[in-house]
């Protein structure tokens, strides 16, 4: 099973509306969510770009915005 992890952060509107696109589109993945809110090297790397959704077979990144579609071609 591929492992997706989600990077978000504590009270993110956008991150609620990112799990909200995901909704049973992500059901047949291990799906792990790091906030990256206490991680200097997370906060580096994703602090303005959260919430992104990595893929962890690949280590491919998808940012935010993304729409079902957008979705949907990162997972297949």
């Known amino acids: 099973m591929t492992e997706l992890i989600f990077y978000s952060n504590p009270g993110c509107h956008l991150c ?16 792990r969510e790091v906030e990256i809110e206490g991680d200097l090297a997370l906060v580096y790397r994703y602090g303005v770009r959260i919430p992104v959704l ?23």
């Open 16 to 31: 609620e509306q990112a799990v909200e696109v995901m909704g049973g589109h992500v059901s047949g993945y291990d799906v």
């Open 54 to 76: 990595k893929r962890g077979d690949t280590g491919a990144e998808l940012d935010w915005p993304f729409g079902v579609s957008d979705l949907e071609g990162f997972l297949s």
